[in-house]
């Protein structure tokens, strides 16, 4: 029986020629506090199309949603981020080992993946070098699966609002890579064998407030924020109010995922 090389614990790897554009850095604390839950079935669906369950690499992991729902399901999950501000911000989990490091040079040692999984975070990478990283590090027949979400859903009344929103008042500071997302990952270069997937969605209970924290962390508010010097959700929430009734009243909130899948 062949024994895997133990993934490397040489220290934060950040090295790229391409410029990290730190988007979400500054809001890290309400990144970690706002955003959506990835749904159990997701990981529990990865898992059993894994060979072995010994490792999993999350990259760019952000607050560790994926990652320490990985845990549930592997032996060890290596999380990466290239904000260090993120990594401090991650949810604690004993089978976590979390890591700053780029993308596209993770560190991890070669051969020794089972499953590699990048949310919302594919769009952001040079994807012919992290493709490279992903063929590095894939143990034989390990799984790699990318996903995005777009906006949210809740209701015929407010999701007018929501829409109107973002293509009035921020569309125009989004990166230019967001457009990978709008086109929901079917755009993006995806050179591998690949698995076809079931359709996942999120989903979350939540009252107007968090409603608003949680567009209050989109990278085009942070820049709409940064360009004219004014807040953009100033100007959603009363609308949001009116559509949405009994502030405290909570509404399901859904986000359909995209998913790419393949086997290495």
Known sequence: MTTRRPPEESGPHIRSDRPFADHFSESAVDYARYRPGYPPALFQWLASVCPRRELAWDCATGNGQAAVRL???FARVIATDASAEQIRNATPNTKVSYRVARAEDSGVAGGSVDLVTVAQALHWFDLDRFYA????????????????????????????VV?????????????????????EY????????????????????????????YVGTWSAVKRCREATGTDPIEALRPELERTWGDASSAKTIRWPLSLRVARL
């Open 71 to 73: 845990a549930a399901h």
């Open 133 to 160: 990283e992903v063929r590095r590090v894939a143990a034989p027949g390990a799984v790699f699966a990318a996903w995005c979400y777009n906006l949210f859903s809740v209701d015929s009344r407010i999701d007018p």
């Open 186 to 213: 079917r755009t993006v270069p995806f050179p591998f064998s690949q698995i076809e997937p079931p359709r996942f969605a999120m989903e979350e209970r939540w009252d107007l407030a968090r409603v608003i924290g």
């Open 163 to 183: 829409h109107r929103f973002n293509l009035e008042a921020v569309s125009p500071y989004w990166p230019a890579e967001r457009r990978l997302v709008d086109e």
